[in-house]
């Protein structure tokens, strides 16, 4: 290829060309092997399928596909490798992880060390991140890009670690305390939301990235056969499409399994920091939550200096443009007549500062998928407030007279650890041809026993500590499954980018925020085995039917996901002559 053809893309950092290659070769060579298995496997075929496209007539086919981002091999840039895009994004993931680690563990101590204050700070910063993945998010990403808007949320989340450290240092119960509590939970879950909405975006740009050099790698000797190849038909063609999005999709799976892994163990560490340094360092809480503090801030001035952006091939309108016409185009008896109302928005309405900022809720109105799945987006946020509120507030301090709340650090800490694993072991599994709907579901029976155990149970000093490492551990297994493969199917199934990732925030961040007050207000009249009397507040809470709102969800997940995912299949399928080309292949 003439390589004054390539793209020139703006580097942000240091890295360029793998100049930092060394920090993490022994970890890339293990992440590329699963991804090899299936380059492997596409090569043999790639010769002849990329050959119809020099003769193939447009017109022959009418095609609904969601197109991948262009792939062809004259696009490599310059000075960029596989191998360097994944190093970028492991030092990505290794300094956003330490970041939010520093976030949530502030987050699992809330209840416990600040009492119904902290109940309530987390009420508030659940609420400003809903409201702020669904409306502004998209807007900020799309005005300053996806990598300018994760520095700041970053920069945000030290906000609200900071807010701890106010709150230790002044007296307990004071205005000061209980204000910089509520504010920075306030300010926190605004950076929070398009912090992660943010960051899917560029986990899938980062994707569609390494995709792209990976089939040029792949595709750079068939390049000479396609001027040969004489003829081709429509099913070969869509074929090549086939070919070409698997890229995609493997290359997704790939960079979630490395992010989930990397941020889920890391947490592990953040989570056994407070009681490592409470019992054997005996630190006060105010040096626990500074150290926090220190970390956040760490983290946010390496990821400006040592992190570089990505960019891609299509923009913006461009890009919303093609999904519009492409994902869409059903026939009238498709799908129940469950189309899309995007192309009602003309390319200028696509520039404007409104639908910018509400492209978030206009995908959740409109497209038919996003509905489906609401439930498996929930169910996490559900599980993870019983977690907080009422496992980590109320069980610990029963079963184990956890009083000091130190078991907290190393109890969740397994939910990180087990859903790193897991993270790794679905990563691996997926990339020998386990589908993902399989792990979702598997995600979803998990939550659904974090429930459960405590339905069939529900005498809290029948609980013991190999119990609890069994709730803890299924929430790190349903965890693992969010962080990974519910995202990458996100990055899959759904073009336009930032709304998709916007309405996972939206969705989870609404449902927690609801199941935080419902944790706090579902009273009951006599104490028994499911009237609960909360040590924070004194008064008796109804924790049944918290519990069987998680096991209704988790089934729901599971139909949610099925049906999105028949729509999407749906989509795929181009027609010809008034036939779905699936139907003429079959």
């Not at 953040?270 to 005996?282: A, G, M």
């Amino acid at each position: 290829d003439d390589p004054s053809a390539s793209t020139t893309r703006r580097m942000n950092g240091p890295i360029n060309g793998g100049s930092n290659d060394a920090i993490i070769s022994p970890l890339l060579s293990k992440t590329e092997l699963n991804y090899s298995g299936n380059e492997n496997q596409n090569e043999n075929n790639n010769n002849h399928l990329h050959a119809l496209t020099s003769t193939a007539d447009p017109n022959d086919v009418q095609d609904n596909t969601t197109h991948p981002p262009s792939l062809s091999p004259t696009s490599q840039p310059q000075n960029k490798t596989s191998r360097s895009i994944l190093t970028n994004f492991i030092l990505f993931s290794i300094l956003f992880s330490a970041n939010h680690g520093a976030v949530v563990s502030c987050i699992s101590l809330a209840s416990a060390r600040l009492g119904d204050i902290g109940t309530t700070q987390n009420s508030v910063l659940y609420l400003s991140y809903t409201f702020s993945a669904l409306f502004g998010s998209t807007l900020v990403i799309k005005s300053i890009g996806a990598y300018n808007s994760i520095v700041i949320g970053m920069l945000i989340y030290c906000i609200y670690v900071l807010s701890y450290v106010v709150a230790a240092v002044v007296p307990p119960a004071s205005i000061v305390s209980s204000v910089s509590i509520i504010a920075g939970g306030f300010i926190g879950g605004i950076g929070g939301g398009f912090l992660w909405t943010a960051q899917g975006t560029y986990f899938a740009r980062i994707s569609e990235e390494y995709a792209k050099l990976k089939l040029h790698q792949s595709t750079s000797i068939a390049s000479e056969a396609m001027s040969a190849s004489g003829s081709g038909t429509e099913t070969e063609t869509y074929r090549l499409q086939s070919e070409e999005k698997s890229y995609i999709k493997d290359a997704t799976a790939l960079c979630a399994g490395i992010f989930a892994s990397i941020y889920l163990l890391e947490e592990v560490v953040l989570r056994l920091f407070s009681s490592f340094v409470l019992e054997v360092l005996n630190w006060t809480w105010e040096g626990v939550f500074t150290g926090y503090a220190s970390i956040a801030v760490l983290s946010t001035i390496l990821m400006r200096l040592i992190v570089n952006d990505v960019h891609t091939e299509q923009k913006g309108g461009q890009q919303q443009q093609l999904q519009v016409q492409n994902e869409h185009d059903f026939n009238e008896n498709d799908v129940d007549r469950e189309e899309s109302d995007l192309q009602s928005f003309t390319q200028p309405q696509k520039e404007s500062t409104f639908y910018k900022a509400t492209i978030t809720f206009q995908m959740l109105l409109n497209d038919p998928k996003m509905k489906y799945m609401i439930p498996i987006n929930a169910v996490f946020g559900l599980c993870s407030v019983f977690i907080i509120t009422f496992v980590n507030g109320e069980v610990l301090r029963i079963s184990l007279n956890d009083d000091k709340s130190v078991y907290i650090g190393v109890l969740s800490s397994i939910t990180s650890a087990t859903a790193g694993i897991m993270s790794i072991v679905f990563g691996i599994i997926s990339s020998r041809g386990v589908p993902n709907g399989l792990i979702l579901v598997i995600g979803c029976l998990s939550f659904f026993m974090v429930a459960f155990l405590f339905i069939i149970i529900p005498d809290l000093e029948q609980w013991n500590l190999v119990l609890l490492i069994f709730v803890y551990a299924f929430q790190g297994i349903g965890r693992s499954t969010f962080e990974g493969a519910l995202k990458a199917e996100f990055a899959v199934v759904f073009t336009e980018k930032e709304g998709a990732f916007g309405n996972v925030i939206f969705q989870n961040g609404s449902v927690t925020t609801i199941g935080f007050f419902l944790a706090s207000h579902l009273y009951c009249k006599t104490e028994s085995a499911y009237c609960i009397k909360y040590y924070a507040d004194g008064l008796l809470h109804n924790v049944l039917i918290f519990e069987i709102l998680i096991v209704l969800c988790a089934f729901l997940a599971i139909l949610g996901y099925w049906r999105a995912k028949w729509i999407y299949k749906r989509e795929q399928e181009p027609i010809v002559g008034g036939r779905r080309i699936e139907d003429i292949v079959l």
